[in-house]
């Protein structure tokens, strides 16, 4: 679900079995990526899997490094991380985001053969797309919260120079009880 000219493009590792099931990225329950990109303030309220397609009315897209649905991401070979690693490659030239955002630095490691990369900006770009690795919210990754998730993928919204749509919404919902106070 991508669109040329987009601010961000996230990049999954790849579809779990109930996102291939059900098309949707990010679709199992316990993956924190909708929590995360609202409470990051990418979206003015949490998204289900299914409205992902809302994503593109606020610059934004997802795809994956690789197009083969499995179980877990350790099931995926360096091979196939390369091979993704190159056709996203492909992808990126073509639609040009501001900026790709990789779910997961080892999946950025491998397709990109970065190994020392860490979370966060990085210095290669593909042509004038900046690349950012962001930690991965599968459930599986213990090391990071929620919240400090969040606050990683704040820092990307900051760098692409979006607004902070809870605080848009917020913004928008106040100036609606000012407006009906005024009719009363």
């Known amino acids: 679900m991508a669109a040329g000219g987009l601010s961000v493009l996230f990049c999954g590792i790849n ?3 109930m996102s291939a099931a059900t098309g ?7 993956n924190r990526f909708w929590p995360v990109l609202h409470l990051s303030g ?4 949490q998204l ?5 397609d809302e994503l593109l009315s606020y610059g934004l897209g997802i795809t994956n490094v690789v197009a083969r649905a499995s179980a877990r991401a350790d099931e995926l070979s360096a091979e196939e991380y390369r091979e993704g ?10 639609l040009a985001p501001g900026w790709l955002a990789v779910v997961g630095v080892t999946a950025y490691r491998t397709a990109f053969g970065e190994k020392k990369a860490l979370i966060g900006p990085q210095e290669r770009t593909i042509g004038a797309t900046r690349i950012w690795a962001l930690p991965n919210p599968s459930g599986l ?3 990071w ?3 400090s998730m969040a606050a990683e993928f704040a820092r990307l919204r900051e760098a692409a120079g979006l607004p902070d749509r809870r605080t848009v919404q917020a913004a928008s919902g106040a100036q609606d009880v000012v407006r009906a106070d005024r009719r009363s």
């Open 141 to 143: 990754n213990a090391h």
């Open 24 to 30: 949707h990225h990010f679709a199992r329950p316990g």
């Open 145 to 147: 919260t929620a919240q």
């Open 48 to 52: 289900a899997p299914s409205e992902q």
């Open 15 to 17: 579809p779990g079995l």
């Open 85 to 94: 690693g190159r056709i996203l490659t492909e992808k990126v030239e073509r």
């Open 42 to 45: 990418f979206t003015p309220r």
